[in-house]
């Protein structure tokens, strides 16, 4: 478990007490405090990168610190924590993913390489971990607990046990075990997932759930098996039962799912917010660039009628207890002095933003360098998907001409990624099956080398004509093609194979445009400003091909794969069903 503590306690003593100068005192500042609520003004006094005192009497100098920073009467809050996301997601590296959040007032990160770890394994995680040393922001790893996220029902690069689980633990940045999505397993006290869980709980580690709309007795089966946090939590009702049960409600605003304005409307009127968090999960460079990084999720929660400061708190210190890392989450004595100025706590502009004491980034901008490193895995081919041909991709029938009963994944609306399994009957000529209102093709091929490969049929996905293909595809990430003629689908599956992994587009056969993505299949080295510009194009292009619906049309075909999203979805195995973890033939009698 990692420990934060300073470098010299007599020197942080001798400061706290007066008798020695503090590094840095932030004076004319209104102080956000997150034990109590309340807002006053204050001097902070820094030593070695932890918070030796704060004055609340004294306000006028001298200061007795080397540096003086004037707060210019501006709210100072806390370093924020984003309690659960995925650095993959942003399709940034982990250094490029610092450089566009920092400015926004985030500290400290907990986040799950599980995307990564299902393309490359243990090796993932250590890449994940490593490129994020020395950077002037915290980044803590979870351990992915389910590579792959549904055993036997996909076929990812990597497979999860517990000696995979008990290696990783020894990072120094590892505080926790991944988001357990595995809920039916965890319920059931399935033998593979217990034994990761033990041997996560032997090293010390919090657990991370994923429990969505589990609630009664099944929520008590979960909570009984170990997890217990649930950012998947969609509606007050559900975020109400987990409250209750003694569950941390991770309440997530991320470019895919907005969750917190249920959340947050549906649980006012309680007395205790303790357990209660906000976090990112999913966040496009786009939205991070812009609209912002948690300072957007806790604008957001204010906006829906949360207190500031209980939203501050929620992004704060809820988190760090959480995760059971102390010493960060507070502007208080002993704590590390992460620390944010901003001119309004609603709005949650960051205008300076301190890391361990040191200014790192002011009005929108780093104040210190990230130096450029190389790394062996962001030179790697990802793409071992074989060789593919037109014939992989046409859906044969068991009869040759005449109709067939299908099992069809049928999405509920053009903007949830929940599916369910329809039956349709459908015409087939000459042994191929006839699309019909509403419906495209899918195809799942695995990429990493296990020669697996599935056809299906989607209503309602959206798009309306030609193929639109991704190597990002939550989450063994394997290559997922929707398309109406084999024709695009096969030059698609060729472009990302040839690019090395990505998102791409096709109509009659042409590449219309492709989203390079060559870590991994998943990211880019490109920084966040460059590839906010490429994807604008990349969306543009899919919108002109149905699209239109979705805010980020980018974001549709990534849970396609997704086995722990209800009910239906597709792998490079068939059709699962979620609940029953097992494979749905695609042709019905």
């Avoid at 880019?524 to 604008?536: C, D, I, P, Q, S």
Wanted: hydrophobic residues 40%; proline residues 4%; aromatic residues 6%.
């Amino acid at each position: 478990m990692i420990k934060l503590e300073p470098k010299n306690k007599k020197a942080l003593l001798k400061t706290a007490l007066g008798l020695e100068p503090a590094d840095l005192a932030i004076n004319n500042c209104r102080l956000v405090n997150v034990f109590t609520g309340e807002i006053y003004p204050a001097v902070v006094y820094v030593k070695d990168g932890f918070i030796a005192h704060v004055e609340t009497e004294k306000l006028e100098g001298p200061y007795g610190a080397l540096e003086i920073y004037d707060g210019e009467g501006r709210y100072l809050i806390p370093g924020l924590i984003d309690s659960h996301m995925h650095i993959e997601s942003s399709m940034m590296t982990p250094r490029n993913f610092a450089r566009v959040v920092i400015p926004h007032g985030t500290t400290t990160i907990i986040h799950d390489p599980h995307e990564l770890a299902n393309v490359y394994g243990v090796d993932a995680v250590k890449y994940m971990h490593d490129s994020a040393d020395d950077l002037p922001m915290r980044q803590l790893v979870d351990i992915p607990s389910c590579v792959p996220a549904v055993p036997g029902c996909e076929n990812a690069g990597a497979e999860f046990f517990a000696g995979e689980i008990r290696e990783l633990a020894k990072l120094k940045r590892v505080v926790g075990l991944a988001e357990v999505m595995d809920f039916y397993g965890v319920m059931n006290g399935d033998e593979r997932m217990m034994d990761i869980i033990e041997a996560a709980q032997e090293s010390g580690l919090y657990l991370q759930g994923h429990a969505p709309g589990l609630g009664g007795r099944q929520l008590s089966a979960y909570l009984c098996g170990g997890p217990n946090t649930c950012h998947e939590t969609t509606n007050g009702e559900e975020a109400l039962g987990k409250l209750r049960a003694g569950m941390y409600v991770d309440a997530r605003e991320s470019s895919i799912t907005k969750n917190v304005k249920a959340i947050v409307e549906g649980i006012q009127g309680i007395r205790f917010y303790d357990t209660l968090t906000l976090c990112s999960d999913d966040r496009e460079s786009d939205d991070l660039l812009h609209t912002g990084h948690l300072n957007a999720v806790v604008r957001k929660a204010i906006e829906c009628g949360m207190d500031p400061v209980l939203a501050i708190k929620s992004a704060t210190i809820n988190t760090a207890r959480e995760i059971g890392v102390s010493h960060i989450g507070a502007v208080a004595p002993g704590y590390t002095a992460d620390m944010v100025l901003t001119k309004d706590i609603h709005t949650m502009w960051a205008d300076a933003v301190f890391y361990g004491g040191k200014l790192v980034a002011e009005h929108g901008k780093l104040t210190v360098e990230i130096e450029d490193r190389e790394y062996e895995m962001e030179t790697r081919n990802s793409m071992n998907a074989g060789n593919v041909s037109l014939d992989d991709f046409i859906v044969k029938a068991p009869v040759e001409n005449g109709t067939v009963k299908v099992h069809v994944m049928e999405y509920h609306d053009l903007l949830q990624s929940m599916t369910r399994c329809a039956v349709e009957e459908l015409e087939v000529k000459d042994n191929k099956v006839v699309l019909g209102e509403g419906m495209a093709f899918v195809a799942v091929i695995n990429r990493h080398g296990k020669g697996t490969k599935a056809l299906g049929i989607v209503k309602n996905f959206g798009s309306s004509e030609g193929a639109i293909a991704s190597t990002v595809s939550h989450d063994s990430h394997n290559l997922t093609i929707v398309y109406f003629k084999p024709e695009d689908a096969l030059a698609a599956a060729k472009e990302l194979i040839a690019k090395g992994g990505g998102m791409t587009a096709v109509k009659d056969g042409v590449v219309l445009n492709t989203l390079r993505l060559e870590v991994g299949g998943l990211m880019t080295r490109l920084n966040a400003e460059e590839l906010t510009k490429e994807a604008a194009r990349m969306k543009e292009v899919e919108r002109g091909l149905g699209l239109t619906a979705q805010e980020n049309p980018l974001l549709r075909i990534v849970s396609l794969a997704l086995p722990v999203i209800p009910d239906v979805k597709m792998s490079d195995l068939g059709l699962v069903s979620v609940a029953e973890q097992k494979i749905i033939p695609l042709f019905t009698s």
